[in-house]
T-cell receptor, first 117, second 109 residues
Framework: GAVVSQHPSWVICKSGTSVKIECRSL??????MFWYRQFPKQSLMLMAT?????????EQGVEKDKFLINHASLTLSTLTVTSAHPEDSSFYIC?????????????FGPGTRLTVL | GQNIDQPTEMTATEGAIVQINCTYQ??????LFWYQQHAGEAPTFLSY??LDGLEEKGRFSSFLSRSKGYSYLLLKELQMKDSASYLC??????????WGAGTKLIIKP
């Protein structure tokens, strides 16, 4: 149980284009999903917290107009990187929290490796 | 401030036992998670401790002492596939997970 999928696994795009990443909880309902970014040999950095049916909460320094998050259902959240630039190249990972309490475990998707040329 | 202290890297032999220590300082505390992360992959959940003591799950065990701000992950009967980074992740008073760089564990035959 507690399987989270992400699509695509990797994407290469040209500078200035937009890229959408999907995160799905396959066998449970996730009231809350999280989006992280990880640069090589660095720790995970939380970008935003997404609650179903409401606006995402972004961490300090993360541009909400650049990283659009939609959590339209209890099993799907999407992250759109708008007008991507080479510095946005990174490993983007989503997680979904099973259950409704804060102490419930976050289960991670396999990640999406984004390369912006 | 919030801080996690783990060894940067450890080496162990296949079949042996290794203990990865973690000390943490957080604003409040709501439990501690251990995750495994293989290179180039996303983290996978290993364990969660909220009360003091030892939680055993197969070859992996995790211990917590809240008063000492200390946890360890114990891996037994090491296998080559256990080569990965191990992340000690406390949850603070706002239930935010605090992520560090983890411990890179290298298993040698």
């Amino acid at each position: 149980g507690a399987v989270v999928s992400q699509h695509p696994s990797w994407v290469i795009c040209k500078s200035g284009t937009s890229v959408k990443i999907e995160c799905r909880s396959l066998d449970f309902q996730a009231t809350t999903m999280f989006w992280y970014r990880q640069f090589p040999k660095q720790s995970l950095m939380l970008m935003a917290t997404s609650n179903e049916g409401s606006k995402a909460t972004y961490e300090q320094g993360v541009e909400k107009d650049k990283f659009l998050i939609n959590h339209a259902s209890l099993t799907l959240s999407t992250l759109t990187v708008t007008s991507a630039h080479p510095e946005d190249s990174s490993f983007y990972i989503c997680s979904a929290r099973e259950g409704g309490t804060h102490t419930d475990t976050q289960y991670f998707g396999p990640g999406t490796r984004l390369t912006v040329l | 401030g919030q801080n996690i202290d783990q060894p940067t890297e450890m080496t162990a032999t296949e079949g042996a036992i290794v203990q990865i220590n973690c000390t943490y300082q957080t604003s409040g505390f709501n439990g501690l998670f251990w995750y495994q992360q293989h290179a180039g992959e996303a983290p996978t959940f290993l364990s969660y401790n909220v009360l003091d003591g030892l939680e055993e799950k197969g070859r992996f065990s995790s211990f917590l002492s809240r008063s000492k701000g200390y946890s360890y992950l114990l891996l037994k009967e090491l296998q080559m596939k256990d080569s990965a980074s191990y992340l000690c992740v406390p949850s603070d008073s706002n239930y935010q997970l605090i992520w560090g760089a983890g411990t890179k564990l290298i298993i040698k035959p």
